[in-house]
């Protein structure tokens, strides 16, 4: 069977960027929980889109290493969103790390961000959110397109968004541990939303 993989990118618009960076940065430096809407991308057009993101108030776990949501406020909310989902499709989620001091590992998906992907559709975007070193990091997406990273206000903040391998079947793959296996997903934002992120740079 000829195996054919289309990598679908994340597009994030602007207003739902800004209100992942806030929502981090209100709790910080515990973690924030919120889920994405949009776009699910397709084998016509392979790119997510986020048009909007809902930040998760109702959390029993909300610490600065795990954050949970409260079980009977996510039943009403998930039984909300199905009944309304050509209103606003659910695509994913958005959790936010932090750490006093930044190391790469914060950028990973951990085994636990896996399992809370109940749809292999879906994916999950980690923000990593730190007090900010002596230097400015302009606004820009590095590590092959995979890491939207810049500074604002007092905070760095590098941007990584994570789906599920798949195999030829479409089943998910583990890993020899039986861990989900992740991937990084290209992201894109338009260049004039990081024009404007790069003005704001103070
Ligand atoms: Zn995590």
Not at 133 to 149: A, E, G, K, N, Y
Request: net charge positive; hydrophobic share 40%; aromatic share 8%.
């Amino acid at each position: 069977m000829e195996v054919r993989m289309t990598v679908s990118s994340v597009y994030i618009e602007r207003e739902p960027l800004v209100a992942m960076l806030c929502a981090a940065i209100e709790v910080y430096p515990r973690e924030c929980l919120g889920l994405v809407f949009g776009r699910k991308s397709s084998r016509r057009a392979p790119r997510h889109v986020i048009t909007n993101v809902l930040n998760c108030a109702a959390l029993t776990r909300h610490t600065t290493a795990e954050v949970v949501q409260s079980k009977r406020a996510g039943k009403r909310l998930y039984a909300f969103i199905d009944a309304v989902e050509r209103l606003l499709p659910y695509i994913g989620f958005y959790h936010s790390h932090t750490e006093k001091t930044l190391r790469w590992q914060q950028f990973g998906f951990s085994h636990q961000d896996a399992l809370t992907m109940s749809d292999a559709d879906q994916f999950g975007i980690v923000l990593t959110v730190h007090p900010r070193t002596s230097r400015r990091l302009r606004w820009c997406v590095r590590s092959s397109h995979t890491r939207l990273r810049g500074s604002l206000g007092a905070f760095d903040f590098h941007l990584t968004a994570h789906a599920l391998v798949r195999d030829a079947e479409g089943n998910c793959e583990k890993d020899d541990e039986g861990n989900w296996k992740t991937r990084r997903l290209p992201i894109e934002v338009a260049p004039q939303v990081l024009r404007a992120l790069n003005r704001a740079l103070v």
